[in-house]
C-alpha cells in the first residue's frame, strides 16, 4: 500500500519525536521546535517515494527518511548560529529563540540521537552515508564561510558549496534507496544521481527565486547579496557587466558588508534586467529540470514515480519569465 504524502509526513515527525526524545526541558522545546518547522518535509517524501518506486519497505524507508531529516534539521540549527540569522522563512530561528549555545548543543544532541538510532539498524553502509553527509555538510559550511564576501568567488566553488549543503542529503536519499536494493555502488546508482540532480535543481532554484520572486521563498529579497554569498544569478551579471557597472557592482557589495544593502536593491535588479540574467538562469534550471524528468520517467513502479511528480509539481514547474 502507498501512503499518502500527508501520512507519510506525519509518520515521520512521530519517528523523529521517538528518536529524539530529550528529557531536559531545553532539549523537550528543541525537539517540538524541529518538529514544528519542519516545512514540507521534501527529504522524506522525496525518499519514501523513490523506494515505494521499487516496492521496499515502509517502516525501513520512514525510518531513514527520519534519521535524515534529524541531520538536516540539525545542520540548519548549527548554520543559523553561524550565519547570525535571526530569521528562516519569515520565522525565527532555533539561535534566536533558544540563544546560540543552546542551539549549537541542541544541534549535537540531534545528530547524536540520529546516528545512535541507526546505529541500532546495523548496516554499515547506511552509516557510512550518513557520516559521508555530515562530513560534506560541515566541509561545505566552511568553505562557504571562507568565501563570505568575496566577490571573486568561482563558479566551481559555488557547485562545491551547492553540493555539500544541499544536493548532498539528496543524494544521500536515493543512495539509501541503493542499499536497500542490494546495490554494491550505491552513490553511483540511477536513484543517488537523480536526487543529486533533485538537490541541485532545488539550491539553484532558490538562488534564483532570492533575486526574482523572494515571496515565493517568504523572505526578503536580495538575501543572498546582503549576506555576501555570491550566487549564480550574480556571477552571470559580473560576467556581463561592463567596467563601469562592474565597479558599481563592487561598491554596493562592501556597503553590504558593512551593513547597508539598502542601496542594492535599487541598483542591481535593472543591472539584471538588462543583462538578461534571470533568461540565462532560466536556462539552466530548464535544463536541469529535463534531467530530473527523465529519470523520473525511468523509475519501474507509475504510481509513486507520478506521486514524485505531483508533490514536487510546484518545485519543478519553476521557470522565470
Known amino acids: ?12 515527525n512521530k519517528q523523529i519525536s521517538q528518536i529524539l526524545q530529550g528529557k531536559m526541558p531545553i532539549l523537550k522545546q528543541l525537539q517540538r521546535y524541529v518538529v514544528a518547522s519542519g516545512g514540507k518535509r521534501i527529504r522524506p517524501l522525496f525518499q519514501y517515494y523513490l523506494g515505494k518506486s521499487y516496492r521496499l519497505d515502509d517502516r525501513e524507508l520512514i525510518r531513514l527518511g527520519s534519521l535524515l531529516e534529524i541531520v538536516h534539521a540539525a545542520s540548519l540549527l548549527h548554520d543559523d ?4 540569522a535571526e530569521e528562516r522563512r519569515s ?8 540563544g546560540n549555545k543552546a542551539v549549537v ?11 545512535k538510532a541507526l546505529s541500532n539498524l546495523g548496516n554499515s553502509d547506511y552509516m557510512n552515508i550518513f557520516t559521508d553527509a555530515i562530513k560534506a555538510l560541515s566541509a561545505a559550511e566552511l568553505l562557504q564561510m571562507q568565501q563570505h564576501f568575496n566577490l571573486k568567488t568561482s563558479r ?12 548532498v542529503l539528496f543524494r544521500a536519499a536515493g543512495a539509501l534507496v541503493a542499499v536497500m536494493r542490494g546495490e554494491g555502488d550505491f552513490y553511483r546508482s540511477e536513484t543517488a544521481e537523480l536526487g543529486l540532480a533533485f538537490g541541485r535543481f532545488f539550491q539553484y532554484r532558490d538562488d534564483y527565486l532570492d533575486y526574482f520572486d523572494a515571496a515565493r521563498l517568504k ?10 554569498i555570491v550566487t549564480q544569478p550574480l556571477h552571470y551579471l559580473l560576467a556581463a557587466a ?5 565597479a558599481r557592482i563592487e561598491v554596493l557589495w562592501r556597503r553590504a558588508e558593512a551593513g547597508d544593502a539598502a542601496a542594492a536593491l535599487g541598483e542591481i535588479m535593472p543591472l539584471m534586467a538588462k543583462h538578461n540574467v534571470a533568461e540565462r538562469c532560466g536556462e539552466d534550471l530548464g535544463r536541469m529540470q529535463r534531467e530530473i524528468l527523465a529519470g523520473l520517467a525511468r523509475l519501474p513502479e507509475k504510481a509513486p ?8 509539481e510546484k518545485i519543478l514547474a519553476v521557470a522565470p519569465p
Not at 81 to 84: L, P, Q, S, T, W
Not at 221 to 226: A, I, P, V
Open 105 to 115: 548543543l541542541g544541534g549535537d544532541h540531534l545528530l547524536s540521537s540520529g546516528l
Open 305 to 312: 514515480r507520478e506521486t514524485i511528480r505531483t508533490e514536487f
Open 81 to 84: 548560529v553561524v550565519d547570525g
Open 219 to 228: 523572505k526578503r529579497g536580495l538575501q543572498d547579496f546582503s549576506n555576501g
Open 1 to 12: 500500500m502507498l501512503l499518502s504524502p500527508a501520512r507519510v509526513i506525519s509518520d515521520t
Open 91 to 98: 520565522k525565527p530561528t532555533g539561535a534566536k529563540l533558544f
Open 242 to 246: 561592463n567596467k563601469a557597472e562592474r
Open 156 to 167: 566551481q566553488t559555488h557547485a562545491e558549496v551547492v553540493d555539500g549543503k544541499t544536493a
